[in-house]
């Protein structure tokens, strides 16, 4: 194709608007997310937090709690334990002074964290929680701090820090004790001066954040090892709040699994659902080494399995739960194995798990069918090749008379 004289010009020219135009495209796409993500972060509600649901019930029966002066009815128990830690919050709710939550996995540590946050008066700002050991090190300082485009490879834009998008509210630093010592002065600093500095910039930026961290490990025994600042944990543990593990805190239990079935019923659209006293009888027998996020997985797995009946029986716990948490131990081997020990003994278990189907079922094969996961089809021929035979308790009855 032969171009016009000029033609090459104004095709360069033409290059170039595009190229300016895909580049303000990006510019305004890049700020667009960065808005989004401080929307999100903005978009909890406080009301709805502090609505703590079966925990507001429970809450509001005990004199205890009235007398705290702000709502942590997001955070259930009426145990001597959470009593302490609803206490102490109660004192420095309303202070911007640092606050050290320590606790096992799964103790509720975020959850304080945002009390503390909802309770205050930064309510209306930010509530910003980072993973201290889910991001790379080489990444920290630039989600921390932003960055100013060309800084680094891959800085395409200016990028705005969790500081900077958090400023006026609190940033909720979990597992603290992941942070690199090189990370763990820049924070000092942070801390010391309320400044910042984006990667790549020379320009000081003034923030407002308060800081609360968390670990699931002894800062004070890192601290002595030499992994962990001793100048920074002086200043991060100015308060501390101790989570107590659940198998501290058991009497709190049944408030919690009443609080969780309730909530897993709601989430997965079931009917309202009774819990076996049998459940709670097993379920204080165990530990939780997962504690309450533990608990609650439990729960949701009860709920889910239970299927359409109104009661959740213990039959459907997890074994290792049953068991108290130890191994079980191992099946006697028979003397005699051939190809016919493994069958034997499945079809043993077999017949087991439909009994115990029929049984809580009354003999209704449509229901214990639903139970199993089975077509009633698939259950008849289950139990025609098991030879076995409904017999309802009715007509039991009816056989002995």
């Known amino acids: 194709m032969d171009f016009y004289p000029g033609a090459y010009k104004a095709l360069a020219k033409e290059n170039a608007r595009l190229k300016r135009e895909l580049t303000r495209v990006k510019k305004q796409l890049n700020e667009a997310l960065a808005r989004l993500k401080e929307l999100q972060h903005k978009a909890d509600d406080p009301a709805r937090f502090l609505e703590g649901g079966v925990g507001e019930r429970a809450g509001s029966s005990s004199p205890w709690r009235k007398k705290l002066r702000y709502n942590y009815d997001a955070i259930i128990g009426e145990s001597p334990a959470i009593r302490e830690v609803l206490e102490t919050l109660d004192r420095v709710v309303d202070s911007d002074l640092p606050v050290l939550i320590q606790g096992e996995s799964g103790t509720g540590k975020e959850l304080v964290a945002r009390a503390i946050h909802y309770n205050s008066s930064r309510r209306n700002k930010p509530f910003v929680a980072e993973n201290c050991g889910a991001i790379p090190d080489s990444l920290l300082e630039s989600e921390f701090f932003g960055h100013v485009k060309g800084s680094f490879s891959g800085a395409t834009s200016d990028k705005k820090g969790l500081f900077e998008i958090d400023d006026g509210g609190t940033l909720f630093l979990d597992e603290i004790s992941n942070m690199s010592r090189e990370m763990q002065k820049k924070l000092l600093r942070v801390l010391e001066t309320n400044e910042i500095r984006k990667v790549g910039s020379t320009e000081i930026m003034r923030v407002d954040v308060r800081i609360i961290s968390a670990s699931n490990t002894d800062l004070s025994a890192l ?30 239990i049944p408030i919690l699994v009443d609080h969780f079935v309730e909530k897993a019923a709601r989430k997965m659209m079931r009917p309202a659902k009774r819990v076996s006293p049998k459940v709670i009888e097993v379920f204080m027998d165990y530990d ?32 290792h739960i049953v068991s108290g948490g130890r191994v079980p131990e191992k099946p006697s081997v028979p003397e005699k194995i051939d190809e016919t020990t493994l069958r034997k003994a499945v079809a ?11 049984e809580r079922t009354g003999g209704n094969r449509s229901k214990a069918a639903r139970l199993l996961g089975l077509s009633p089809a698939g259950l008849i021929k289950k139990m025609e090749a098991l030879g076995l035979t409904v017999i309802t308790k009715v007509k039991q009855r009816e056989q002995k008379s």
Not at 306 to 313: D, H, K, L, M, Y
């Open 348 to 358: 043993r278990a077999e017949r087991e798990v439909i009994v115990q189907a029929l």
């Open 223 to 252: 601290v002595e090892k030499g992994r962990f600042r001793q100048d920074l944990f002086f200043r991060i543990n100015t308060i501390v709040v101790e989570m107590p593990p659940l198998r501290k805190r058991k009497e709190d």
């Open 288 to 319: 939780w080494p997962g504690n309450v996020r533990e608990l609650e997985n439990e729960v949701y797995r009860l709920v889910a399995l239970s299927g359409t009946e109104e009661e959740v029986c213990a039959d459907l716990v997890s074994a």
